[in-house]
Structure formats: C-alpha cells, structure tokens
C-alpha cells in the first residue's frame, strides 16, 4: 500500500491526499509535521533528506518529495494529466507558478499568521508584501478562470488541485477572495467534483 508521510493542515499535503481520494487509491498516512519538529528527525531525515512534507513512499520502497511531482506521478495515464502535449506543459506551468509565484505568499502568509511559534517572523513590512504578492498571483488567476472554467485545457486536471490547496483556505491567510468572483466560482466547481475530500480527511484507518 501506499504511504504518504503527510500533515493534515498543510495544504502541499492535501494536494496528493485530494488526488489519491479521486483516484481511489488506496493509502496509509503516517503524521509528520515541521510544527513539532518531526520531519527534522533522523529517522525522516533519512527518508527525506531536505526535511520536509509530502513524501510519498511507493510499494516497492522507493520514495517521491515535493507535491507537485508526487501529483505528476500518480496522475500519469489518468484523465488527471492532459493528454495534448501543449495543454500537459500548460498544467506542467501552473505547477510551476503555484510553486514560485502563488504558494510563497499565500501560503507563507497563512503560516505566519496562523502558527503562534512563527508569529515572531510575522512582521508587518513583511506582511504586507506578502499580501500585495499574494494578491498579483491570484490576479493572475482571477483572469484565467473568467475566461475558462479549469487552469489547464478544458478539463478539471493536477494543475487545478494544486491551486486549490491555498487558494481554498487564503481567507485565513488574510486575503480577501470577494475580490476574485470568478476564482470564487473555480473554486465551488473544483470541491463539486466527483471524490472531492476536504482538509480535514483522512483515509480509513489513518
């Protein structure tokens, strides 16, 4: 069976939980978390050099980091990857602007203002670029789904659970999605689609 070495709020996590539920796979979580220092112990350390989560670690043994190449790989030859090469490198782009552009202040913002160990780090210069950051990257967005209803191609793909997973929980991080109608709407179409879980789920017996 599958394992994926995972935190339940962090939102890098549920990307690969939220793709393993619509695909049906079958997984076991084992709980990580940077909070309590875990990922930094030997025994993950050894299984994850860089210290960090999602890990995905395979039946065989070999093991894939980083949630944008664990959604790569479990989506390969599901309807979850385009087909069409331009519209596959298109989702391979909207992976690469969650990563570089959208989760450094989305999600950075979220962390600093909901983990009190990091509310030190929290300053407001730095919470302030973080906001107008975060506010371009979901511009970027907001134009994207005005003109279509999914990021990559015409169908529901990895590129938009990969958006889904800060964009859905920005509010707590400060940013106001009343501003982005059409993102508002991206978002209800993604959590209307067929095995969608939450943040909060977890498969049975995890």
């Not at 993950?44 to 043994?61: S, T």
Request: aromatic fraction near 10%.
């Amino acid at each position: 069976m599958l394992t994926l070495y995972s935190q339940q709020d962090s939102g890098n996590c549920y990307k690969p939980r939220l793709l393993l539920a619509q695909l049906g796979r079958p997984f076991r979580i084992v709980d990580v978390s940077t909070n309590d220092g875990s990922t930094r112990q030997p025994a993950f350390l050894e299984k994850n050099p860089i210290g960090k989560v999602p890990l995905l670690e395979l039946d065989d043994g070999r093991r894939l980091a980083e949630s944008g190449a664990i959604l790569l790989h479990l989506a390969e030859g599901t309807p979850y990857l385009p087909a069409d090469p331009f519209e596959r490198a298109k989702a391979y782009e909207w992976l690469f602007f969650e990563q570089y552009s959208h989760e450094p202040a989305v999600a950075v913002r979220r962390s600093l203002l909901r983990y009190p160990e990091r509310a030190g780090e929290a300053d407001e210069v730095r919470l302030a670029k973080l906001l107008d950051a975060g506010n371009r990257a979901l511009s970027v967005m907001e134009r994207r789904v005005t003109d279509a209803d999914w990021l990559a191609g015409s169908a529901y793909s990895v590129a938009d659970i990969a958006l889904y997973a800060y964009t859905h929980m920005a509010c707590s991080g400060g940013f106001d999605l009343s501003l982005y109608p059409a993102i508002e709407a991206w978002l209800a179409r993604v959590a209307a689609q067929p095995g969608h879980v939450p943040l909060d789920w977890r498969p049975p017996g995890s």
